[in-house]
């Protein structure tokens, strides 16, 4: 059977795990930001480590939780807030796991807006590709919507 005691230090290392990925997301959206996407790579190996590091940890608490009979989130902080050890850990691990929250979704934004600009550079691209530069009469430069086969084949 588990004790409150066995609770709090899973409790603090889920902190620790939460801190970990907010960083790591404050640095993502640096790099979104910054658009240094050659970062980005390494950023999310470590990032899914964290991910993992951090499910672990919750699973530790959950486990400690219902040995203690604490089957609900509402049982669960009850419970902690009712303590005054572990009663500020518990409020900073809500308040970073809804930082992590609002900084997922607004790198989920950042990411959105570049691929929707990426779209549009490249279709402007693609019809920069699709007219043929020529001279006109008075010498020039013009544009010219090509008429879809080149003009030196039949």
């Known amino acids: 059977m588990s004790s409150p005691v ?10 620790l795990e939460v801190e970990r990925l907010v960083a790591l997301m404050q640095r993502e ?20 480590r964290a991910v993992q590091q951090l499910e672990m940890a919750t699973q530790c608490r959950l486990q400690c939780a219902q040995q ?11 419970y902690l807030l009712g303590d005054r050890k572990i009663a500020p850990q518990w409020q900073q691990l809500q308040q970073q796991a809804k930082l992590a929250e609002v900084l997922n979704r607004s790198n989920a934004q950042l990411v959105q807006c570049h691929e929707e600009a990426n779209r549009h ?15 006109s009469a008075n010498g020039r430069l013009r544009h010219q919507p090509t008429l879809g086969r080149p003009l030196d084949r039949a």
């Open 68 to 78: 203690l009979n604490l089957h609900t989130a509402s049982q669960l902080s009850d």
């Open 121 to 135: 550079l490249l279709s402007l691209l693609s019809k920069e590709k699709n007219q043929e530069i020529a001279y």
């Open 29 to 48: 959206q640096d790099i979104l930001v910054n658009r240094q996407f050659d970062q980005m790579n390494d950023l999310l190996v470590l990032k899914t």
């Open 6 to 15: 066995d609770l709090y230090p899973s409790i603090a290392i889920e902190l």
